[in-house]
């Protein structure tokens, strides 16, 4: 049996967006309008990897890796187009060393409901 763990950060609302370019913008100088730019141009270049089917790796924060799920045997329409033998779309993200040593300083909660039994 495998157990799941849920990382469970203090109870702080959700970083949007905006404050994302606030911040960078304090921290690097530069215009608004100019980091907006290239903070959407880099969500772009990785999302369109991952569309690829391409991994992504941010060094020292991790990796984003597309998975991909089918059906064991595919029938002949799905033979025909591939397309139609994919079930679900998931992006999963591994955390690079820095960032696994700041969450396990935060503390996991064990949630016994998401065990995957086999």
């Known amino acids: 049996m495998h157990e799941a763990w849920i990382y469970?950060?203090?109870a702080l609302p959700i970083v949007s967006f905006k404050k994302l370019?606030?911040?960078?913008?304090?921290?690097?100088?530069e215009h608004p309008s100019k980091t907006k730019g290239v903070v959407e141009a880099l969500v772009d270049r990785i999302g369109h990897y991952l569309t690829l089917g391409r991994a992504v790796q941010i060094d020292g924060i991790g990796t984003f890796k597309p998975v991909i799920n089918s059906t064991s045997a595919p029938s002949a329409d799905e033979l025909e187009e591939p397309a139609k033998a994919i079930k679900g779309v998931k992006v999963r993200f591994y955390p690079h060393t820095p960032l696994q040593d700041a969450i396990?300083?935060?503390?996991?909660?064990?949630?016994?409901?998401?065990d995957q039994k086999k």
């Open 8 to 10: 469970q950060s203090p």
């Open 104 to 114: 396990a300083e935060n503390g996991y909660e064990y949630q016994p409901e998401l």
């Open 21 to 29: 370019i606030e911040e960078c913008c304090i921290s690097c100088g």
